[in-house]
């Protein structure tokens, strides 16, 4: 979700950025304005695409256990009630009838 709003961004940012080009007149004989917007482009743009997990307020670790969290409760939601079933069976079948984590899983 948060890179549909950020591609949606940059291109409205650039997309201001060749408007300006295009129909304020003259533009191109001020190169230095030309420059400064130029460079206002593209740190704007930088900014937007730079990944700060301290916005959320959690380090770089947690961030990464959200993010894989996340992808977690996607693959869950996306499974029908027998997928579902399948997957509890699988994970009750190791080692007698207790829990097996689904990383070790995933090593198999």
Known sequence: MIYVARMITTIAIWGIFAAILI???????NFLLMVILAV??????EKIWQVVPEI????SSNY???KRYDKTERFLASLNDEELEA?????????DGEMVDLESLMQH
């Open 23 to 29: 129909f304020v007149p003259d533009i191109t004989d």
């Open 87 to 95: 997957l509890r069976l699988r994970l009750m079948a190791e080692n």
């Open 64 to 66: 990464e256990k959200a």
């Open 56 to 59: 959320s307020g959690l380090d």
């Open 40 to 45: 206002a482009m593209a740190v704007s743009t």
